[in-house]
């Protein structure tokens, strides 16, 4: 009867399978074993692995130096292998036995989108957002300086590595948690994924500036500083959960609407308290940023006046 011996690193991943036929495998560091250990604290004969005349495996150690246990920690000498799966340490060596008829796990169904998400793992399109994300943040330095502080404007792009640093928290959080669930961790297409987001939203937030600057009273574009910014959130988190192995898609939903949401929430709870300050919004940007021509400073005043005269009227009205 074939048996397979799997090999276990000290998380308890496997990194090597052997299958034998025969009815004794040895174990041991000596190179003439079957099972070959790279442990210096097995010996070089340290087990053999034996199937009598009954069929019965048994797992017998050679008088080794450090011992044979089992999965609860207790030295055998001798022991039969009643059903597959079992583990034993060898010195510091884990290994599992199973039969040869021992099921496999189900296949694991690869996720829809998995193969437009591959995208995420190429390194120019990493090199790439990662300049222009750096040469975002450059340029709002030198915009940004007044003063004194223009002059030394550059001083102020050390802060850009660790601004980089801050959004590689949430990929390497999200790989951690995928590694603890022995998922791959995908930390590259994390990093990717996060980084594309925030090109993004940088994006979005200077072509929101010049509609804010051209059509400051339009509903639409209200609506879509409300909606857009939202999206791109659930884009990524919605990504970064399926990139960390989550299998439950109700979880993932909720997850991905909860964080998302904090977007409106934050605003809605600073908006709560008292507001002291006079609120406006206006957006100041050059005149060629302006679609429509900008009316001269006499018809301004002609339309000024006009407008009052019509509100004073409608005053003196009962």
Not at 37 to 59: K, R, T, Y
Not at 90 to 103: D, H, N, T, Y
Not at 115 to 124: A, C, W, Y
Not at 234 to 245: E, I, M, T
Request: charged share 15%; with cysteine.
């Amino acid at each position: 009867m074939a048996i397979i011996i799997e090999l276990l690193n000290n998380q308890g991943k496997s990194v090597g399978i052997h299958k034998f036929t025969q009815n004794d495998i040895r174990i041991g560091r000596s190179y003439d074993n079957d099972v070959i250990l790279l442990d210096p604290h097995s010996c070089a004969e340290h087990a053999i692995l034996s199937c009598d005349e009954q069929g019965h495996w048994q797992l017998r150690d050679l008088d080794s130096a450090n011992g044979t246990l089992s999965s609860s920690g207790q030295r055998i000498q001798k022991t039969t292998i009643p059903h597959s799966g079992q583990e034993f340490i060898l010195g510091k060596q884990r290994l599992r036995v199973f039969f040869a008829a021992a099921s496999v796990a189900p296949t694991r169904i690869l996720a829809k989108g998995w193969q437009s998400l591959r995208l995420l793992s190429s390194v120019p399109l990493l090199i790439l957002l990662l300049l222009l994300v750096s040469a975002y943040f450059s340029y709002e330095m030198w915009l940004g300086a007044i003063g004194e502080a223009a002059e030394n404007w550059h001083r102020q792009l050390l802060s850009i590595p660790f601004i980089l640093l801050a959004l590689l928290l949430w990929p390497a959080l999200l790989a951690l948690w995928a590694r603890l669930r022995s998922q791959e961790s995908n930390f590259r297409p994390q990093v990717t994924l996060i980084l594309l987001i925030t090109a993004s939203w940088l994006l979005w937030s200077e072509l929101s500036r010049w509609l804010s600057f051209n059509f400051s009273q339009a509903m639409l574009v209200e609506v879509l500083q409300l909606t857009l910014p939202a999206v791109l959130l659930v884009v990524l988190f919605w990504n970064g959960f399926k990139l960390a192995g989550m299998q439950r898609k109700s979880l993932q939903l909720v997850l991905t609407i909860a964080l998302a949401s904090t977007y409106w929430l934050v605003p809605y709870m600073q908006a709560a308290g008292p507001q002291i300050m006079p609120q406006y919004q206006a957006e100041l940007l050059s005149q060629p940023m302006l679609i429509s021509t900008p009316k001269n400073p006499e018809v301004f005043l002609t339309d000024s006046a006009s407008l009052f005269d019509k509100a004073t009227q409608s005053a003196k009205q009962p």
